[in-house]
Each structure stands twice: as C-alpha cells, then as structure tokens.
C-alpha cells in the first residue's frame, strides 16, 4: 500500500524524480499529486500553482546539486576547483534533462524574474567559491591580473565559459584548465 506523501520536502522529492525522468515539461500539479498519492486540492495548500511548483523544483535541483559540505574548497588549487565544480555540476545537470537551459523557459513570463533570481542566487554563489579559491591559491600570479583584468572579471569570464561547456553537453573541460594553468601560472 502506497502511502500519501504530505510534506513540502517529500513532495519536491517527487517533483525532481519526475523531473530526472521526464525533464521539467514533465512538471504539472495533477501529475505531481498523483505521484504523491494526494488530492490535487491538498498539493495547493503547498504551492499555490504550477510556477511555484515549478520554481520550488528549480531551487531544490540546485540545492542538490550544490550540496557538498564534505569538501574544503580551499584545499584544491584554483583549475583543480574549476574541473570538480564543473563535474560536479555536470553531474548534476545530467541527472535532470536540459535543466540548465530549460527551467527559465519553464515558467511563465510574470514569474521568469524569479526562476532567473533563483538562478543568479546559485551563480554568485559558484562566483563567490571560485573568488575564495583563487585568494587561496598561493601558486597563482598576482600579474595575471590587471585594472581591466580584475580577478572577479576573470571569475565570472571563468563561471561564464565552464557553463557555455555544460550547456553545450561538454563532458570534458581539460583544455579549458589548462588555459587557467597557462593563465594563472606561467
């Protein structure tokens, strides 16, 4: 016997288990509570429709896609952060079909403000990781950068082309490291 699912936590469970299999499209209130075993009235009472749904499911896919207490960030060097963040993100995305160009699109057009917030909110975080690396990277030359070259414009140059790669269903970011070897050491 299948027993009804009634937290918010349970229920976005649901929500990425469909979104893995059937990407967010696959998204909608009477699916979702079908598969939850509940009224469709009772998953209303949680989301008040189908863009806040939709975007609870966005946040909670790059919540888990982020969740990694285990790791010192500070431990690798700045490339060697660059390569786990993009596997790591990779591995992530893999799970969900398209997630990363395809969840915007998903929401309608007075809610897309807050699905790209949510977006930006997990960029700047990613930002703010790749800052920290790289102040903590001894090895890397101070020279690299410059007034026109700050090391938050090479950050966000950095988390702009590693997610050009993901979006582009690149499996593989090793010549992209070692132009920031070439960058950041020689």
């Not at 990425?16 to 699916?31: C, E, F, K, W, Y």
């Not at 609870?56 to 982020?66: A, H, M, N, Q």
């Not at 431990?75 to 997630?99: E, M, W």
Request: aromatic share 12%; hydrophobic share 40%; net charge negative.
């Amino acid at each position: 016997m299948n027993t009804a699912v009634t937290s918010k936590e349970a229920i976005l469970k649901v929500c990425r288990q469909i979104t893995a299999s059937d990407g967010l499209p696959g998204l909608n209130m009477r699916t979702v509570a079908n598969r939850c075993h509940i009224a469709l009235g009772t998953l209303y009472n949680y989301f008040p429709d189908k863009d806040s749904l939709l975007l609870s499911t966005v946040e909670s896919i790059w919540k888990e896609i982020f969740h990694i207490d285990e790791v010192c960030y500070t431990d690798f060097s700045f490339p060697d952060y660059v390569a786990f963040l993009f596997d790591r993100v990779r591995q992530g995305t893999g799970k969900y079909p398209d997630f990363l160009s395809a969840h915007s699109i998903s929401i309608a057009g007075t809610r897309r403000g807050e699905a790209s917030s949510i977006m930006d909110h997990y960029f700047d975080h990613m930002k703010q990781g790749l800052l920290e690396v790289l102040h903590a990277d001894a090895n890397v030359s101070r020279s690299a950068f410059s007034p026109s070259l700050t090391e938050t414009a090479f950050v966000k140059f950095v988390l702009d082309h590693m997610l050009l790669l993901l979006v582009q269903k690149e499996t593989d970011c090793s010549a992209f490291i070692e132009i920031l070897r070439r960058v950041l050491y020689y």
